[in-house]
């Protein structure tokens, strides 16, 4: 269950020496003036963004495709993209976007309304392995269903349809108002794709496992593959367990991209990544530990940028596993959890513990829900009560080969939870699983034990990315039906009126406290290393930056 320090130590050296391999074979990637090379933390999990969810696929997706909106550098706050204006009529039911004339995508075809209507009509009828929560997740937590009902989902489609009334102008109809829908086109799963590249390359191709982990079988968004947007860098290759190379777009309609290559090499061992930036292997990584951030602003020739926080840590209750579908039993993991502890020990004062699904920043915010402290007697006693007999068996799986903005070392957290729910009555089978490809979509799919390490960065400034992502529809990830919940969630996500609209997520975050479907335990800020020279990234609370501005100085 728990590795002894030698263990710790060798598996450490031993990752470190892999990693250092890694770079050198076969990379020659000195630091160039126009070339970046970055430490990411796993390699992408696909670069479809209709079929990812997690921060290491998005940030690459992120320089290849745009949406209709934005999101203004280093904010939330949304902007104009490809689409020039917007208007909502019809009590906020249709929607009709001005785009930008003159943009082509990165296979020479146009971008125009049509394009956007394919897009928006591709998502709406996946059906098979893409109609599952653990596949297209962010379409399915803001658009609440597909044309077809997908096995296993509650389905109330938000969309209606598209129509394109013109090459510059697209008008989508929602079968009712949803306050969030606009700030949602900022996500990146939601950005436009060349049709014609998606049906050439077999986008609509893949499986899904019993395990719900979903395999692209076509060769759009894959290793040695095809992704085509309309951003400020191009796809130009990718290889597994070598580097991801983005070239630039010099055919962009906007600004064009300082840089003329941005290179993607996954790096998993916080260690080798931080040895990288000292040797200049790399120039700039995410996901700094925070121990290694007085390291990095010692170094005359390096420096840290910090993340806004907007950030949740949290342990997921599946309910479908009992006997955690009794709220005592939730309760005791709730109180077995030592969640300050972990805190105090691993996130080096740049974290907080978490009460609720979303930071305090975020509409809706409820100051007074119901709290857990750390306390092992209490949840034996809570075990007790529900009738069972101690020690209570629980697998708990956490993710390997992985550093998340929430989540900087998931191993040493676990350890720490692990240890104190065996001091409070459970007995933890430890369980893990690679991050790629295997972790998320098992967490999503609900085969992830009952208890499992994850997380969640904002992806746009509404408290239904957050509490409204996790708990507005039934999914396999927390194995529950809450009918109250669902229904309260929906109405706030309807909610025009602000002040109401707070109040009815304030009383989401105190039922959701009371209900326990996961435990939240960490809010942190995030940090990112870079060389001295580089210019010009700047930090986003969602974690999403543009390296179209990026640039070298000195």
Not at 310 to 321: C, E, W
Not at 353 to 374: I, N, R, S, T
């Amino acid at each position: 269950m728990h590795r002894g320090l030698k263990a710790l130590l060798a598996v450490s050296v031993a990752a470190l020496a892999t990693a250092a391999a890694t770079l050198a074979a076969g990379s020659g990637t000195a630091a160039t003036s126009d070339t970046l090379v970055f430490g990411s933390a796993a390699e992408p999990t696909s670069l479809d963004g209709a079929v990812v969810s997690d921060g290491e696929s998005l940030r690459v997706i992120d320089q290849i495709t745009e949406g209709l909106v934005g999101l203004k550098p280093g904010s939330t706050t949304l902007q104009p993209l490809l689409a020039r204006s917007w208007k909502a009529t019809n009590k906020g039911r249709v929607w009709t976007f001005n785009l930008r004339t003159g943009v082509r995508f990165h296979d020479g075809t146009p971008f125009n309304a049509r394009a956007v209507c394919a897009n928006f009509d591709r998502w709406y009828n996946f059906t098979g392995p893409f109609a599952s929560d653990a596949t297209s997740y962010y379409y399915y937590t803001v658009f609440s269903g597909y044309k077809k009902k997908a096995a296993g989902l509650t389905n109330s489609p938000l969309y209606r349809s598209c129509r394109a009334t013109n090459d510059r102008t697209a008008v989508v109809t929602l079968r009712r108002a949803n306050a969030a829908f606009l700030g949602a086109l900022s996500l990146t799963s939601f950005h436009m794709q060349s049709p014609t590249a998606m049906n050439r390359y077999g986008a609509n191709k893949g499986r899904l496992s019993k395990d719900g982990v979903f395999t692209p079988t076509g060769e759009y968004g894959v290793p040695g593959g095809q992704a085509v947007g309309t951003g400020p860098f191009k796809l130009e290759s990718w290889r597994i367990g070598d580097r991801l190379v983005l070239v630039r777009n010099d055919s962009y309609w906007g600004r064009k991209a300082i840089l003329r290559r941005v290179i993607f090499r996954a790096i998993p061992d916080n260690a080798a990544r931080l040895q990288a930036l000292q040797t200049g292997e790399i120039q700039g990584y995410d996901l700094v530990e925070p121990q290694d951030i007085p390291t990095i602003k010692r170094n005359s020739k390096l420096k840290v940028l910090d993340r806004p926080a907007f950030n949740v840590a949290y342990v997921t209750i599946n309910q479908k596993v009992k006997p955690f579908d009794n709220p005592l039993v939730r309760q005791a993991v709730a109180h077995g959890l030592d969640r300050a502890g972990v805190v105090k020990a691993f996130y080096a004062g740049r974290g907080e513990v978490a009460h609720e699904f979303m930071p305090p920043q975020v509409l809706g915010y409820a100051k007074d829900v119901k709290k857990y402290p750390y306390n092992p007697a209490r949840a034996q006693q809570l075990l007790r009560q529900a009738g069972l007999t101690l020690p209570v068996e629980v697998e708990f799986w956490y993710p390997t080969d992985i550093s998340r903005p929430y989540m900087p070392d998931p191993t040493k957290n676990f350890q720490v939870f692990a240890a104190s729910l065996n001091k409070s009555g459970f007995k933890v089978v430890p369980k893990s699983a690679p991050w790629r490809p295997d972790y998320v979509g098992r967490v999503q799919a609900g085969t992830a034990g009952a208890l499992n390490l994850i997380g969640w960065t904002g992806d746009y400034g509404d408290p239904d990315n957050f509490i409204g992502s996790f708990f507005k529809t039934e999914q396999g990830q927390w194995g529950f039906k809450n009918p109250r919940l669902f229904k309260l969630l929906e109405r706030g996500v309807a909610e025009t009126n602000s002040s109401k609209r707070k109040a009815l997520y304030q009383q989401a975050n105190r039922l959701i406290m009371q209900f326990l479907p996961g435990v939240p335990y960490a809010h942190t800020k995030p940090a990112l290393g870079f060389q001295r020279n580089v210019a010009g990234y700047k930090p986003s609370p969602v974690t999403l930056e543009s390296f179209a501005t990026v640039r070298f100085v000195g």
